[in-house]
């Protein structure tokens, strides 16, 4: 008995090609630049030093990376906040404040609340919240201040922000009570600046930093810098 059927079986090796955008060149983070956008990029230790929003601290590391025998054509460098500045977010409460009403505030995910009594206005609410916060946040690297109807919070690292957000319950009647959150002074510092450096411009792959290497990928974004 004869077979004449079969299967041809064929085995390939290619594969799909990696990307690699981006994988050669470093970033250095400065704060000795000027220039509007995150990110620009130079082919030449030349081209930074005719740049007038250039630094000399900023030419010299560009001028060092072509300086190696082995280096890449391109270096970005990515404009850092010249200070950090801590986050405060400033909570109001506003209105007609009924018994019942709660009003929360929310800091790294914890929780602080105050429900209304008879005869509460939006001074007294304001002073139950701030004491329900900082009761809450104790442990936190988060200090709660505040006046009458204000609650402030304040982070105790400039460039180390929190997480935050806000609720007013209406539940007494002819409550008109409002809780406003304002941003006194937004976060700022080596978080901030890797986010928006990384979102204008990921293809980069090492990371420099007062003319010091430190390794990374554009695949992570660096939340602090050395």
Known sequence: ???????????????????????TVPLHATSD????????????????????YVGTDAAAAVAQHFSQELHSPVIKLGRLAATPAAQVIDWAVTGT??????????????????TAVALDDA?????????????????????????????IATADTAGQGFSYSSSYTRVG????????????????????????????DPSWFG?????TAVEATNELRIKELA
């Open 97 to 114: 404040v009924a018994e019942g009403d709660v009003a929360a505030i929310v800091v790294n995910g914890l929780t602080g609340s105050y």
């Open 173 to 200: 009647t002819g409550s008109s009570g409002v809780l406003t959150a304002a941003v006194t002074t937004a976060n700022a510092g080596p978080y901030t600046d890797m986010d928006a450096i990384y979102f204008e």
């Open 207 to 211: 990371l420099t930093n007062g003319l």
């Open 123 to 151: 001074d007294d609410v304001g002073a139950g919240l701030r004491a329900a916060l900082a009761a809450a946040i104790a442990a936190e690297d988060v200090t709660v201040t505040g006046a009458t109807s204000h609650t």
């Open 33 to 52: 630049v000027t220039f509007t956008e995150r990110v620009r990029e130079y082919r030449s230790a030349a081209e930074a030093a005719a740049d007038a």
């Open 1 to 23: 008995m004869s077979f004449d059927k079969y299967v041809e079986v064929a085995v390939g090796t290619d594969a799909l090609p990696v990307s690699t955008t981006g994988f």
